[in-house]
């Protein structure tokens, strides 16, 4: 059973571009959760989903930000027209439910 | 709101030394804590869990605790090794919830 995948492990790119980042969970698992880790901090929560529904986006910054959970494929992050301060490194969960959690190796974002 | 404290922010031992990692927080209705591992540039290892309804759990020289009427969990680390540094984060799991982390401690073991 493989772990939470995550990719790309790093992603460059130029202000105002758009970044997507992608979360394939654990097989079974329908709880998907993104974070962020701003250098020297903790991990932020960001959004919570399952299929096809998001149930807590309290984290999420109101623009630029989207997440979805489609039916079929990965978790994707979507950030558009990112911006210097987007740069962190974007670390992607999953359970089989509530409480017990398994994070990927992270997608690291550079924004030049 | 639910907020974590982690203490020390970092800590540097020689090799062989016990050592305890402290993690408090304000809220004591949570469902389980969890103590990570982090490693430079990598992604986030679970070391332990711990049910709301248990005071401990041990893995290998590992040990964690949980009071919750203090708002309180430990790590131990016994015979601390080199291969033992790294970030280590605390976090909690309340209810329906997402996690709640810490900022985690630095640990550095020197040989």
């Known amino acids: 059973n493989a772990g939470v995948m995550q990719n790309p492990r790093h992603l460059v790119r130029r202000r105002g571009q758009e970044a997507r980042l992608r979360c394939s969970p654990m097989?079974?698992?329908?709880?998907v959760y993104w974070y962020r880790q701003l250098p020297e901090e903790g991990l932020k929560f960001m959004v919570y989903l399952q299929k096809e529904n998001i149930i807590d986006e309290s984290g999420m910054p109101k623009e630029r930000f989207s997440a979805e959970f489609p039916k079929e494929g990965p978790s994707i992050l979507r950030i558009q027209q990112v911006v210097r301060g987007d740069s962190a490194a974007y670390f992607c969960a999953s359970s089989l439910r509530q409480g017990e959690a398994f994070f990927g190796q992270g997608t690291r974002l550079t924004v030049v | 709101k639910q907020e974590v404290t982690q203490i020390p922010a970092a800590l540097s031992v020689p090799e062989g030394e016990n050592l305890v990692l402290n993690c408090s927080f304000t809220d004591s209705a949570i469902y389980n804590l969890q103590w990570f591992r982090q490693d430079p540039g990598k992604g986030l290892t679970s070391l332990l869990l711990?049910?709301?309804?248990?005071r401990e759990q041990t893995s290998g020289r590992l040990n964690a605790s949980l009071d919750k009427s203090s708002g309180r969990s430990t790590l131990y680390i016994a015979a601390s090794q080199p291969g033992d540094s790294a970030t280590y984060l605390c976090?909690?799991?309340?209810?329906?919830?997402?996690?709640?982390f810490g900022k985690g401690t630095r640990l550095s073991v020197i040989a």
């Open positions: 711990i049910q709301s309804s248990q």
């Open positions: 097989k079974g698992h329908s709880h």
């Open positions: 976090a909690l799991g309340v209810g329906n919830t997402p996690l709640v």
